[in-house]
């Protein structure tokens, strides 16, 4: 079976969320990837599902860093986080190097 390019967080962050919370992504995508998708889990949800993800544009091919922001919003304390490199879990050739992942309320 094919598996998709991904980051996994470690399990039990504990982040609490609220109305204007977003994550904050600064990288490099060396890839052609257009867009990618982050995942969360929860406490009361620890599955992985569509409705607990946000697809979010980002550039291919980049030379230098860009930071992302992915609007959240209030989805509950955070168990644990997925960065998929293509938002429709599509193969990617590349690296993407990533300087940070942050979240803001």
Same mark, same amino acid.
């Given at each position: 079976?094919?598996? /998709? $390019?991904? !980051?996994?967080? /470690?399990?039990? @962050?504990?982040?609490?969320? #609220? ?19 982050? %995942? %969360? ?6 599955? %992985? ?7 979010? $544009? ?22 644990? @986080?997925? !960065?998929?490199?293509?938002?429709? $879990?599509?193969?990617?050739? #590349? ?7 942050? @979240?803001?309320?």
């Amino acid at each position: 079976p094919e598996i /998709a $390019a991904r !980051l996994l967080s /470690a399990d039990g @962050l504990g982040l609490e969320t #609220g109305a204007d919370a977003a994550l904050l992504i600064r990288m490099q995508n060396h890839t052609d990837s257009k867009a990618m998708r982050v %995942w %969360w889990t929860t406490d009361v949800a620890p599955e %992985w599902t569509a409705d607990r993800s946000r697809a979010f $544009a980002v550039n291919p091919f980049e030379t230098g860093d860009t930071l992302y922001r992915v609007p959240l919003g209030d989805v509950g304390r955070i168990r644990r @986080l997925r !960065l998929d490199f293509s938002s429709e $879990a599509a193969a990617v050739t #590349g690296t993407c190097r990533i300087d940070y992942i942050c @979240l803001v309320k």
